[in-house]
């Protein structure tokens, strides 16, 4: 069995977590965790490694979202453990430990928010601000039964965020509540427009099969609870496109970018990383500028086809993740797969950079199961607009 840690990995004095605005502002009362890949001035941001956080001086301004957050009123409760070095999609930390799921403690807490998934669902915080490269806030959401949200790739600063793949990284939010999601959202972009619903709601079959059978009868059960069969499309979205190539595409153009961003630094300190970090570093230093070249050609094919698909009205619906959370015990074959299966869902919204807002929606065999709605780039509000209109959260 995973040994267990605190998710915090610092909690904030009073004095340093206290909101800089002051009167009444749209987050005042709520407190926030966020995950230990953000900088805040005077702190080491450790990107859930020790030898990067010996390795790297406090930070000496906080990130620019942050400091909205903070201006409005926000509390920072502390800091949140993270997979390490953010190269891990199930919330497992050899180096520090993984935070229990309060959802199902016998499940992974994915990742690699997972501290910032793990202290919203526990009821800890209010607001969990975590990050989004492959799926980091999206299956955590999921398998901690909260709501999560992935932007638009380039819509909310990164700056003072530890980048990683920078072409697919956005920061990301998790809450338990809709409304807060809807404020928070107000504060993160303050310039975008009311939104109504959106009109097409598609549940793509070829999304679906990859979901295990008891995943999508819990899924479609609670979505045509909600919405009638008659209002929704489940036409496939991408007919004859083979979604494990999208996956391999993926993890190459992930992968080379992941090196020349922290390669330098993983050679001239040679850390001691955990099962399975290790391994993907050394894969991808074997990318060559070649197989990245053929991955980007074929990212901007998939950019196309998917801009073809998804309109501004579109709502396409998906299982977040195939499966609850594995079992904390699942051995690494168990693991693959899974991580496998999950890709081929997440590196959707990945690769066309659109916004995904993930939603509990029930358990299988004791574990939360999310359900998301994925939309065009920039329509966050319409898709928080069309959660709500739809009581799916």
């Not at 990130?63 to 390490?84: C, I, N, S």
């Not at 697919?168 to 809709?178: E, S, V």
């Amino acid at each position: 069995m995973l040994p267990e840690c605190d998710p915090f990995v610092s909690r904030f004095d009073p004095e340093i977590a206290a909101p800089l605005a002051a009167g009444k502002t749209p987050l005042a009362g709520l407190r926030a965790a966020v995950k230990d890949n953000y900088d805040i001035a005077g702190f080491v941001t450790g990107n859930g490694c020790p030898e990067w956080a010996a390795s790297h001086p406090p930070a000496m301004q906080t990130a620019p979202l942050l400091q909205r957050v903070l201006d409005a009123g926000l509390t920072l409760a502390g800091k949140a453990q993270m997979d390490e070095m953010a190269y891990s999609l199930m919330g497992v930390n050899a180096r520090y430990g993984t935070p229990r799921n309060p959802a199902a403690p016998d499940r992974v807490p994915g990742g690699s928010s997972s501290g910032s998934a793990v202290l919203v669902a526990s009821g800890a915080v209010d607001i969990g601000i975590g990050s989004d490269t492959g799926g980091s806030v999206r299956i955590p959401a999921s398998f901690n039964g909260v709501i999560g949200l992935r932007p638009t790739h380039g819509h909310v600063s990164g700056a003072g965020l530890i980048p990683f793949a920078p072409s697919y990284d956005t920061p990301g939010f998790f809450t338990r509540d809709l409304a807060v999601m809807e404020t928070l959202w107000g504060v993160v972009d303050p310039a975008a427009p009311p939104a109504g619903t959106l009109g097409h709601i598609w549940a793509p079959t070829d999304l679906w099969n990859i979901a295990t059978p008891e995943t999508a009868q819990t899924l479609r059960a609670y979505l045509t609870s909600r919405i009638p069969d008659a209002e929704i499309d489940t036409r496939p979205l991408l007919p004859g496109t083979d979604l494990m190539a999208w996956f391999d595409c993926f993890r190459v153009h992930q992968g080379y970018e992941i090196w020349q961003t922290l390669g330098d630094w993983v050679t001239a300190q040679n850390p001691a990383f955990g099962p399975g970090i290790a391994e993907r570093f050394q894969m991808a230093s074997a990318i060559t500028p070649a197989a990245f070249a053929a991955a980007v050609a074929t990212r901007q094919s998939i950019v196309g086809q998917l801009s073809q698909a998804i309109g501004p009205q579109t709502c396409v619906i998906l299982p977040t993740a195939p499966a609850p959370g594995p079992l904390r015990d699942a051995d690494g074959a168990t693991l693959d797969q899974f991580r496998t299966a999950a890709m081929c869902l997440l590196c959707i919204a990945g690769h066309g950079g659109l916004p995904q807002l993930s939603v509990p929606a029930g358990c299988v065999a004791g574990g939360p199961v999310g359900l998301s709605l994925l939309g065009a780039r920039q329509n966050e509000r319409a898709l928080i607009a069309t959660a709500g209109h739809w009581r799916l959260a």
